[in-house]
């Protein structure tokens, strides 16, 4: 008898409702109230917080400039929380019913997944906010594959039988996360502030929504939708072996090709992966996917793979690598290289087995040869340096296991093995030995390395944790050398500013010498202690304060007041000058560090002049002493701007040769957080990133790892040094992407000569 507590429409999974009708309408308008509801609580509990995040930050900022754009976050985010709030939910609403009239866009005909993550060459806090956000949805994504499974499913029911994912589901991490960085636009704060308040997203939102999938499915199942489903994702690999050698359930969907085992990112992985599987195919002759090569022999089973490769591993983990990569120079001699694991595998089969398998499937050495040119890549890769190359190719085992229990791992650019192996080679590419003198980044990628070569059989949760070990290191290392950066920015930006202000200074000095013949102590005072005084008040006050016009004000006074007193009309415009004059000059002398007696005695010389002007008697040691520049009462400290034109012309840069040469383009391109790698004279090298472009001089500021200073260079010299050699400018696209890219490329190359040619 039917129990009267069940739901009397039970829809099943092959059963389609449409989402236009009444009852799928309906659904979707309780989906859509249910997670109104609970984001409305959650977006609130997230602003709650951003005082105190941003106000524990101000206090502990490392100076008064970076506690201000705190400080003004907060300010910024009081103002524009209720903005922000219900730009959110109306994004999100927004999502929910077009999802439900299946009107999402389209690119080519091929639907855009909502909240997909793509990123291209946007600016560097696009990059930083993307990379942030790719991080974010892809951490939640792992955390709720159970619910979020059983969420898709259901919605894949009222959507009319469609296909739903977590990328396509308005309610997912990714969809949540990208509604929060549209509705941020509201928000005119720096990124600094944003990427405070994105983590604050991730643990005050994020973070909760699995009690968001726990009541939708609960009250898509009072409602009758799909109430068997079991509250299970396939998994993504990983279980041991049973006892009789069949493969696990993940695994058995893998090696089928079943795309329920298989999420892409929007489809362009995929693409790729199947680009990479019909260009293995046609090199050995276009033979069926999942055929043995050589004919219908007894293949090995995933779990005999596993287990010869978990053997090799344990070996390869104290002995090195068993594969002994040479960086090959045609496709013949890479397929040749990743044979001889091929062969290690089929020998390892044979003494577990009993007997040895002729070959491998079809599918399995596709897998066994992309990981083999993978990590081949690695080794020929001049974006890492020798010693981490090395470092890294002892993951290929390691790496060919993941692949074979997980075919994600080429198809998904957010897998956990994927993204653990381009955060190391991220982390490899600035390290040098002169940067890493404590060893601490080569010891964490040792370690790494040593880890999943010790410990990971068949759990892949394990390059997710040793992923966000990675990251709280590098974390920690950025934050030390942030401070250290900023440091050696701003004292290259205050030499520069001063030398600025000392060619300004020189220059508004001189101009208004120009042809005249001052006296010694007239000239001197100007071009020494008065400069000095000028470039003072640009520092402190600026070129467009009144102080500043009052200093230049003087220094017409005082030429002024070198012009010959003839007349009795002259003479009293001069006496009515002096004491504004003396006022200036002790006020200006004692800002630039003239003691009192340097003061009374340089002006106890300006009266012998001026009464020497006036006519007045007075003894003639005291006007030769006047007259003479050897006996100017002006401290050595004091030392001249600039004594004349020739001299500040001297001093300013030769102007650069602006020719349109690659190089030139290559260094105009060049953006702060670009890494290059310098050669120096004695053919050792350098990694540096790019710091900062200084906006007065146009010189390109590098720094090292730990944020010390290694050079800079003007545009001039750094196209100089590109062309010549001495400097190379990093890749910043993932090692991985970077990889499959050129092994698509040497697939695509003819193959002029058999493997045995190459002998």
Known sequence: MKDASEPSNIVSLSQRLDPSSERGGALLNTVRDIASRRLQLLINGLFEHVDDALFDLAEKAENNAAQMHYF??????????????????????????????????????????????????????????????????????TRLTRDLFAVNQRLSVIYGGMRVEDASNPVAPAALTQAFRQAMRELSAEMRVKLIIYKLFDRYVLASLDELYQEINAELVRAGVLPQLRQEAPRQAGAAADSAGAPSEAVAQVQTGSTQALPDDGGASNELLQTLRTLFSARRGGLP???????????????????????????????????????????????????????????????????????????????????????????????????????????????LKAAILDRR???????????????????????????????????????????????????????????????????????????????????????????????????????????????????????????????????????????????????????????????????????????????????????????????ERLLAQLHTYYRHQLGESVPAAEVQAVEEAATLPIPESIQPIAESEAELEASEPAPEPMEDTPEQRVVAALKPGTWLEFITEDETSERAKLSWISPMSGRYLFVNRRGLKVADHSPHELATALAAGQARVLESTALFDRALDAIVGRLSQPATANITDTE
């Open 72 to 141: 003004d976050g907060m300010r910024e985010v009081r103002k524009r929380r209720p903005a922000v709030e219900r730009s959110f939910l109306n994004i999100v609403s927004r999502g929910i019913a077009d999802f439900a009239s299946q009107q999402r866009q389209t690119l080519g005909g091929v639907p855009l997944p909502i909240g997909s993550v793509e990123l291209t060459l946007v600016a560097d806090n696009e990059l930083e906010e993307s990379l942030a956000i790719t991080s974010m949805i892809g951490k939640n994504e």
């Open 289 to 399: 996917e999942n055929l043995p090569m050589g004919g219908p022999l007894q293949v090995p089973t995933v779990n005999e793979l596993i287990g010869a490769l978990s053997v090799l591993q344990s070996q390869a983990s104290t002995l090195g690598s068993p594969l002994p990569l040479r960086g090959s120079q045609s496709n013949a001699s890479v397929l040749r290289e990743v044979a001889h694991l091929k062969e290690q595998l089929l020998a390892q089969i044979g003494s577990l087995r009993g007997e040895r398998p002729g070959q491998v499937a079809t599918m399995d050495e596709d897998t066994i040869d992309l990981v083999g040119m993978l990590f081949e890549f690695i080794l020929e890769d001049r974006n890492l340096p020798t010693e981490m190359q090395v470092m890294l190719a002892r993951l290929q085992i390691p790496y």
């Open 409 to 599: 791992l080429f198809a998904h650019r957010q897998h956990p093995a994927r993204r653990l192996l381009d955060s190391l080679a991220d982390a490899a590419k600035g390290w040098s030995a002169e940067s890493d003198r404590d060893h601490r980044l080569h010891d964490k990628v040792k370690a790494i390395v040593d880890s999943l070569l010790q410990e990971f059989d068949d759990d892949l949760s394990i390059f997710e944790r040793l992923n966000l070990e990675l990251q709280e290191f590098q974390d920690q290392t950025r934050r030390r050398a942030e401070v250290a950066e900023q440091r050696v920015a701003e004292s290259t930006r205050g030499r520069e500013k001063l030398e600025q202000a000392r060619r300004r200074a020189a220059r508004e000095i001189l101009s208004r010498i120009g042809d005249y013949s001052l006296p010694p102590l007239i000239h001197g005072i100007l071009t020494r202690a008065w400069a000095n005084y000028l470039v003072l008040t640009i520092l402190r006050q600026g070129e467009e304060s009144s102080d500043f016009r009052d200093a230049l004000r003087f220094v017409n006074d005082f030429i002024a007041s070198t012009r010959a007193a003839r007349s009795i009309e002259e003479r009293r415009t001069l006496r009515q000058m002096l004491p504004g004059i003396e006022r200036s000059l002790r006020r200006g002398l004692a800002n630039v560090a003239f003691q009192e007696h340097d003061i």
